[in-house]
């Protein structure tokens, strides 16, 4: 007996109810002035890094907070919690993805109209992500020299939802052999014309552009919000 049919039933409604959970998130999200940006990787790509090291330049010029989601443990929020932002840690147990449903849960008693930038850090996947709306204005797709250059090709997906794409961990691009024409050029096959920042955490390199232009995203965002 083929269960196909039924399964991908199930699937379709369960990612209705998310996309329905994801439009509240986004129109009150909006409503507070509240942007978010959500970050999507493999695991070790250096998502809680990054995230950390944006989250500590941010801090001292505005309110910024972050939620990040993974399999089990609070490791990654106690990372996060070192910049001095507000941090949640969001266990999702055998799931590999965030759904709208979580973040709402654990937005619950937050004050989103004090917060200028929200970041939603998903477990590290490259696939299972790309199907959840999660109310963001802004999906960051971030990919490490240590990873290869042929990411985009294989989950295409990921990046055709994304964005812009991170390339991290460039202070070891030299030691690692990374071919950055190569990288540039998939993810230019795979999503044309998509913003690409290369950026360590680790030395700072290329951080100032990417909080440049993460700056003009909000700006425009703002922008767009009625009054």
């Known amino acids: 007996m083929n269960s196909e049919p039924r ?13 329905i959970v994801a439009r509240a998130l ?21 998502k809680t890094t990054f995230l950390e ?32 932002a507000p941090v949640r840690q969001i266990t999702t147990g055998t799931l590999c993805h965030l759904e709208a449903a979580m973040v709402e849960h654990a937005l619950e008693d937050w004050r989103l109209g004090q917060l200028d930038l929200l970041f939603i850090e998903n477990v590290g996947n490259l696939v299972c992500p790309a199907s959840y709306d999660l109310g963001e204005d802004l999906r960051l797709v971030l990919l490490s020299v240590t990873e290869g250059e042929d990411k985009p090709l294989k989950y295409p997906t990921i990046f055709n939802s994304a964005d812009a794409a991170v390339i991290t961990k460039v202070d070891l691009a030299t ?21 690409i920042f290369k950026v360590s955490a680790k030395t700072n390199e290329g951080m100032d552009g990417f ?3 993460l700056a003009q995203a909000r700006e425009r965002s703002l922008q767009k919000t009625p009054a």
Do not use: W, Y
Not at 26 to 42: C, I, K, P
């Open 26 to 46: 986004r129109d009150r999200f909006r409503a507070q002035g509240t942007f978010v940006v959500s970050l999507v990787s493999s695991p070790g790509a250096g």
């Open 7 to 19: 399964l991908l039933e199930v699937r379709k409604n369960v990612l209705k109810q998310n996309d």
């Open 175 to 195: 030691a690692v052999e990374f071919d950055e024409l190569a990288a540039n050029a998939n993810i230019q096959a795979v999503r044309p014309g998509m913003n």
């Open 211 to 213: 909080l440049q232009f």
């Open 53 to 84: 090291k944006t989250l500590t330049l941010l801090k001292p010029h505005c309110r910024v907070a972050a939620l990040v989601g993974d399999l089990a443990t609070e490791n990654d929020a106690l990372r996060l919690a070192r910049s001095g």
